[in-house]
């Protein structure tokens, strides 16, 4: 499994290819994003904060000291006011970790207005990788599909320009047909995800199995998970009639539709992928939006991870 690299003369038109400096211009555009939940999905054992202490740990509470408690965590303080014997409790403190699932897939490029589908999911790969940043949060990447590559979680400004570059370099390497499905991406990720982490998967829909709801229940217990659902318009409605001129693999074809059960059909096949992830999301109530290729995908990424918790160090943006 490779790892991207960020190559300076990764980048496009912004339409049918990603653009890059477009994708590091959202750092400009996150300061309206507001403070998401603090979630963790890390396995516990017991009701009690855990009474670990050291690098990493913030103190949670103080209880009544109990048999066997560590007396060098005595809260002197609180037993001086009460009279009787007190215990500070830590927790391990949990850094915010976003990772980022983009489908590669080929039915990603395509689209009839503004953009490629697969050059929208990019713009609202970069706006989440930026607000992450803006949270203090370590940020990665992984491409499914014809592509396995992952960008490794870490922190700071070099995390989201890391994310922004293996979107624009895997935009440049060909999309196959066929390739990884959605259930084996998921099963990876999950892989990749410890401790307090958020997930955002944004994909046309056109990977989701069968064992895809399986998986996702899984990684849901494990990490917040969030889909984002990237469609074109021919995908959302149906067209008015007419012929269209469509062009596949390099090969231009005109498609003629006017009978309204034609378009309907038409519209149908297109749309299977969204309406179907999307269907997932609603069966286990995991938050879903869709939009797309012509919309601003900021509102969506605000509504589906909020912003920062907390301002970054200067050292975290260094």
């Known amino acids: 499994m490779s790892v991207a ?34 979630e ?29 408690d560590d007396v060098r965590r005595l809260d ?22 976003l990772l ?10 395509f689209g009839t207005r503004a953009r490629f589908k697969s050059v929208q999911a990019a713009r609202a790969a970069a706006l989440a990788a930026w607000g992450a940043v803006r949270a203090g949060e370590r940020v990665g990447a992984m491409a499914f599909g ?8 870490q922190g700071g400004v070099r995390g989201a320009l890391a994310v922004c570059g293996a ?12 390739g990884e499905s959605l259930s084996d991406a998921l099963l990876r990720a999950r892989r990749l995800m410890r401790g307090s982490s958020r997930v955002l998967l944004i994909s046309d829909g056109f990977s989701c199995d069968e064992s895809a709801r399986g998986r996702l229940l899984d990684l ?18 149906m067209v008015p009639p007419g012929r269209y001129p469509l062009e596949h693999a390099g090969v231009q074809r005109e498609v003629s539709l006017q009978a309204e059960r034609q378009r309907s059909d038409f519209q149908r096949v297109l749309g299977v992928g969204q309406a179907r992830l999307q269907a997932l999301a609603k069966s ?28 970054p160090t200067a050292e975290q943006v260094r």
């Open 220 to 237: 849901t217990r494990q990490a917040a998970v969030r889909i984002l659902v990237v469609a074109d318009a021919l995908e959302l409605q």
């Open 284 to 311: 286990i109530g995991v938050p879903c939006r869709g939009i797309d290729t012509a919309a601003d995908p900021l509102d969506a990424i605000v509504e589906l991870l909020g912003a920062p918790r907390r301002a």
């Open 100 to 109: 980022i699932l983009l489908d590669r897939h080929a039915s990603m490029r």
């Open 167 to 178: 979107l624009a370099e895997w935009d440049m390497q060909p999309a196959a047909e066929a």
């Open 5 to 38: 690299q960020t190559k300076p003369h990764a980048t496009g038109d912004g339409r049918t290819r990603v653009s890059l400096s477009e994708l590091i211009a959202q750092r400009a555009r996150v300061a309206r994003m507001a403070p998401p939940p603090v």
């Open 40 to 68: 963790s999905r890390a396995a516990t054992s017991g009701q009690q904060s855990s009474r670990l202490y050291g690098r990493g740990m913030d103190y949670a509470e103080s209880r009544v000291y109990q048999a066997g």
């Open 146 to 153: 014809g592509q396995r590559q992952i960008v490794r979680l």
């Open 76 to 97: 002197w303080r609180l037993t001086a006011r009460s009279g009787r014997l007190h215990t500070k409790l830590f927790q391990e403190e949990r850094e915010g970790r």
